[in-house]
DNA sequence: AACATCCGCAACCGCTTTCAG
DNA sequence: CCTGAAAGCGGTTGCGGATGT
């Protein structure tokens, strides 16, 4: 028996709630657990992963554990421009449907997406003045964030051609194109937020609907917020993104197939 | 330097759904 | 079908580090 079999010894002599169950952060010596019990016997069945594993924790706690931080495919850290697309889509589709929308986005967990969508998109709303559910947020996402974010991703991907585009406001990137390339390494995979500003651009406002854009001037507005954000949330970078997929015409037209095929 | 506040994220909680017996 | 256990899900909390005063 090797030093991790030496840990599951089996005890169902005690229930959970009698077993002094631990809370809190997870040590280095219970991540090892873990992982060893699990590279051994699999993923499932968590209580017997609990009870087994002699970890003094719950199911719900181990699973959560492996699924949100120990899986081996877990991408941590900055969330590509791509991926920002994505959830802003898949939410405005399916709203807080976090693990559904995990789904689209490999390596990322339902529990990281939520995370971003409360701290930096709710922030957005917040200095909006308007409710994150608002018809009045959901229009600057649609007509003034997303096209501007789908810009930036063609312009980074397509260096010498990119144009602004006047048709942007259609675009629906599907979920199952999402770039592998953008989770091949941690480090690598970034953000690269900038200033939100230098995404907002009036010329492309003439490009939204009569309704944004005669309607309150909401996209103002929402531009104006942008500015005055100073975290860069959904900001390009300005080139510096190391996405390698081609971000072209034709994987956005497969993309908005995707798209509607899922409805 | 010390304290207060903000922010991001890991983890927990409680409810719902799924599944096996 | 019914029921209880397990798994899944979304909302919320609280800790720790970063930033501001």
């Known amino acids: 028996m090797n030093v991790y079999e030496e840990s599951f010894r089996y005890d169902t002599s005690k229930s959970e709630q009698e077993m002094d169950v631990r809370k809190g952060p997870w040590t280095e010596e219970e991540d090892s657990v873990l992982k060893a019990y699990v590279n ?27 699924l949100n931080y120990m899986r ?38 339902d529990n990281e997406i939520k995370n971003y969508w409360r701290t930096r998109v709710q922030k957005q709303a917040k200095q909006l003045q308007c409710d994150v559910n608002s018809k009045q947020f959901k229009d600057a996402m649609r007509y003034v ?43 690598s995979q970034l953000s690269s937020v900038t200033d939100l500003t230098d995404f907002y651009d009036p ?12 309607g309150s001037g909401f996209e103002n507005v929402a531009a104006e917020a942008w500015g005055r954000s100073d975290d860069g949330w959904l900001g390009g970078g300005g080139g510096e993104s190391s996405m390698e997929t081609v971000w072209n015409e034709e994987n956005i037209w497969f993309l908005q197939q995707q798209l509607r095929d899922e409805v």
Not at 40 to 65: F, P
């Open 145 to 187: 964030w997303i096209p501007r974010l789908v810009e930036r991703i063609r312009a980074s991907s397509q260096p010498t051609s990119a144009q602004p585009s006047t048709e942007s406001e259609s675009v629906h990137v599907g979920p199952s194109l999402l770039p592998e390339s953008s989770g091949t390494s941690s480090d």
């Open 72 to 109: 081996p495919e877990i991408k941590r850290g900055n969330i590509s421009l791509e991926e920002q697309l994505l959830i802003l889509q898949l939410h405005s589709r399916w709203g807080n449907r976090w693990s559904k929308i995990a789904q689209h986005l490999p390596g990322r967990t």
């Open 203 to 214: 010329q492309s406002v003439s490009n939204y609907p009569n309704n944004v854009r005669n």
């Open 40 to 66: 051994i016997h699999g993923e499932g069945r968590w209580n017997s992963v609990a009870r087994l594993s002699g970890l003094r924790r719950t199911g719900k706690s181990c699973r959560l554990r492996w």
